[in-house]
C-alpha cells in the first residue's frame, strides 16, 4: 500500500502565493511520475502539473508561469509552489503517483486533497 498527503492549503488573496507539499509513504521501490490534480465545484478534475522521475515537467496552460511543481525522489515528496493565485484557482488539490512497490506491484494512488481558496 503507498499512502499520499497533501499539505499547506488554506485561504489565500488573489495575488498571493501558496506552496501544497505532498508525501508519499508505504512499500514503495520506485515512483515514476507524480502529479497535482485539482476539482473545483461542479467541475471536472483536472490535471494541473505533472513531474516525471527525471523531473520532466508538465503543467496545464491556465498555470504555466505561474505554478511550479518539483520533487525530491530520495524523500518521495513533491510540492507546487503558486504563485499570482486567482479566484478561478479555488479547489481541491489532489496529489497522484504511480509506481512499483518493494513486491514489483504497480500502483496508482491519489491523496485526500486539500482546500486552496483564493479570496478577498
Known amino acids: 500500500q503507498v499512502q499520499l498527503v497533501e499539505s499547506g492549503g488554506g485561504l489565500v488573496q488573489p495575488g498571493g502565493s501558496l506552496r501544497l507539499s505532498c508525501a508519499a509513504s508505504?512499500?514503495?521501490?520506485?515512483?515514476?511520475?507524480m502529479g497535482w490534480y485539482r476539482q473545483a465545484p461542479g467541475k471536472q478534475r483536472e490535471l494541473v502539473a505533472s513531474i516525471t522521475s527525471g523531473g520532466i515537467t508538465n503543467y496545464a496552460d491556465s498555470v504555466k508561469g505561474r505554478f511550479t511543481t518539483s520533487r525530491d525522489n530520495a524523500k518521495n515528496t513533491m510540492s507546487l509552489q503558486m504563485n499570482s493565485l486567482k479566484p478561478d484557482d479555488t479547489a481541491v488539490y489532489y496529489c497522484?503517483?504511480?509506481?512499483?512497490?518493494?513486491?514489483?506491484?504497480?500502483?496508482?494512488?491519489w491523496g485526500r486533497g486539500t482546500q486552496v481558496t483564493v479570496s478577498s
Open positions: 497522484n503517483a504511480n509506481g512499483m512497490t518493494a513486491l514489483l506491484n504497480s500502483f496508482d494512488s
Open positions: 508505504g512499500n514503495i521501490f520506485s515512483i515514476y511520475a
